[in-house]
């Protein structure tokens, strides 16, 4: 989807909610959620510093998106799951239970949005 479609689409502020550590053997299961302030300089800038695909950001370009999102960030939050709290084959479950923490947080102590990503 184009950024002029999904802009069509999705008017108003959207708060992105993602995780990491599904496939994981150890470690916690995290989610963040985030909503950017609406700024395409801000927006273009996150894309140009590898925000597409963490998985293939290289240290010196995670400190980069890490000092833009925190000088431009409205507002994010993030919830893990010990290892040893989750339970096998309720994986779905736990993110269920990350994922609505995220948006209770955010309906609570975070900015207006309208739409869930």
Known sequence: MSRRDFDRQFPGPVLGIDEVGVGAIAGPLTA????????QALEESLEAAGAK?????????REALRRLIDEGLIWYFVCSIEAQDCRKGQMNNHLD?????????????????????
């Open 97 to 117: 239970d990350l994922f609505r923490k995220i948006v209770l947080e955010a309906r609570l102590r975070g900015p207006c949005f309208d739409t869930v990503i």
């Open 53 to 61: 695909d963490s998985k293939r950001v290289t240290e010196p370009r």
């Open 32 to 39: 963040c959620g985030l909503v950017l302030p609406g700024n």
